[in-house]
């Protein structure tokens, strides 16, 4: 990217878990940075990091952080979106926003790149990176629904407790600790920060993340059939999802059900996924091999595996997907949008 035009760019919520992947991505991605503005809130501000070699001071976020500020990139809240975004858009920026502000706004494209890039150019401001487990399982999907077309999805997820924020993965250390001590494990975070009631994680599934709607899904379950739809550009798939919480600290997998349109033959399926861009191939049953989070954690594709027919329908298929939730389901999936953004403004 040598040849690009030099960008003023700014990381909100620099100090976060996925803040910091992004600010490590830009890094180690070369991006065509002219200035580099760490945003935070006031009680983070201050905070010291280091880009290339260079120690840079993390400042508060205000209205007035954006001037000349080409590209921002958010994950700090859909609260802090709404209210920062709109400022940064009227400075001028392009807003690559990693919450839930504005990802069903229908001004609002939902780009994950493997799968619609070309909305980009529809963005009025503001881009949406969608939810991380959305995001892996429409990366691995999107060549079904181009060769065979997609009718239903039925997905079970297995999430990392790093997609709650730091919190929670010390929260998850620590009753690990405890319990193994034989001592009393006291939850303080999770299912969700906000809700009277916890439940402990170590050694446990929880199957909650976020509030339950009226319907009975939770927000994130909802998310994942929302976004999907959204995403693929096909209102009439079915989705239905179950996501649980598990002891695992990154990579979010995924049991997933489709049911395709058109008949298929499995090896064709299998190529199909293999040849995808931003997927691996992971699926050899006689040698044990099949994705694992703690092989995806730290890598930036997607994962496939355990690829089988379905036994009850003839255009079912079963897949296993993994992917580390901070990277490809965060901060890879957001830098891959401010790379594209960066090559078309040459």
């Known amino acids: ?3 690009q035009k030099l960008f003023n760019v700014a990381v909100v919520g620099a100090t976060g878990a996925v803040g910091e992947q992004i600010i490590g991505l830009l890094e ?7 200035e580099l503005k760490l945003l935070s809130s006031a009680r983070s501000a201050g905070t010291k990091l280091k880009f290339k070699g260079k120690e840079l001071t993390v400042e508060e976020a205000t209205p007035d952080s954006f001037k000349g500020i080409e590209i921002a990139l958010f994950s700090a809240g859909g609260d802090v979106t709404k209210a920062l975004a709109p400022h ?5 920026a392009v807003c690559i926003d ?3 502000a504005y990802r069903m706004d229908p001004d609002t494209p939902l780009i994950v790149p493997e799968v619609n890039i070309d909305k980009v150019s529809e963005h009025r401001g503001i881009i949406a990176n969608p939810n991380c487990s959305t995001i892996q399982m429409v990366t691995a999907l999107k060549p079904l629904q181009d060769r065979y077309g997609i009718a239903r999805i039925i997905v079970s997820t297995y999430q990392a407790v790093s997609g709650a924020g730091s919190r929670a993965i010390d929260e998850m250390l620590r009753q690990t600790r405890e319990a193994l001590a034989g001592n009393e494990v006291v939850p303080d975070i999770l299912p ?3 809700l009277p009631v916890k439940h402990q994680i170590a050694f446990n599934a929880i199957p909650q993340i976020d509030k339950f709607q009226d319907n009975g899904y939770t ?3 909802m998310k994942m059939v929302r976004e999907t739809k959204k995403i693929m550009g096909d209102e009439s798939i079915d989705v239905t999802a179950t996501c649980v919480r598990i002891p695992v600290v990154y990579g979010h997998s995924e049991s ?7 008949d298929y033959e499995l090896e064709d399926v299998k190529k199909l996924i293999a040849e995808s861009p931003g997927v691996v191939l992971v699926d050899d049953p006689a040698g044990q091999r099949y994705p694992l989070a703690t092989e995806a954690a730290g890598q930036p594709d997607v994962f496939v595996g355990r690829l089988r027919r379905d036994l009850g329908h003839a255009r079912g298929l079963n897949l296993w997907i993994v992917s580390d939730n901070l990277l490809k389901g965060a901060a890879w999936n957001a830098v891959q949008i401010a790379e594209y953004i960066a090559i078309e403004n040459e």
């Open 98 to 100: 990693n919450t839930n």
């Open 1 to 3: 990217m040598s040849n």
């Open 219 to 221: 927000l994130e379950e």
């Open 256 to 262: 997933v059900y489709v049911e395709l349109k058109q």
């Open 88 to 92: 940064a858009v009227e400075h001028g």
């Open 28 to 34: 180690r991605r070369n991006f065509p940075i002219a």
């Open 192 to 194: 969700v920060g906000s």
